[in-house]
């Protein structure tokens, strides 16, 4: 599959498992060439995984199998992204990546 942008969001419902992030992070630097965290419930990624593996990755990690997730494909240009977002996140999303 070709590298893609993935807006990935979750939601734990009730529940928050202690210490969640550092496992989420960790899966995905070792799914995806690049990630941004958006907030503590959304991250983008530049990735080539399929979507259901992102979600179902998500849930077999420790504590989070009652985790809801959204996973989906988007396309970033300079002419079809908009937003309120700090600097930062707009340099991560416009840098210059490679396909394939």
Known sequence: MTKRYVHLSFNSGATWALG?????????????????????ETYILWTNAELNWLALGIQRLPGLQHFTV???EFVATHFNATGLMPEEFWTWLYKWRQLG
Not at 23 to 40: C, G, H, L, T, Y
């Open 20 to 40: 969640y992030r550092p496992m989420v992070e960790k899966f995905f630097s070792e799914n995806a060439d690049d990630w941004f965290r958006v907030n503590s």
């Open 70 to 72: 959204f996973a989906s």
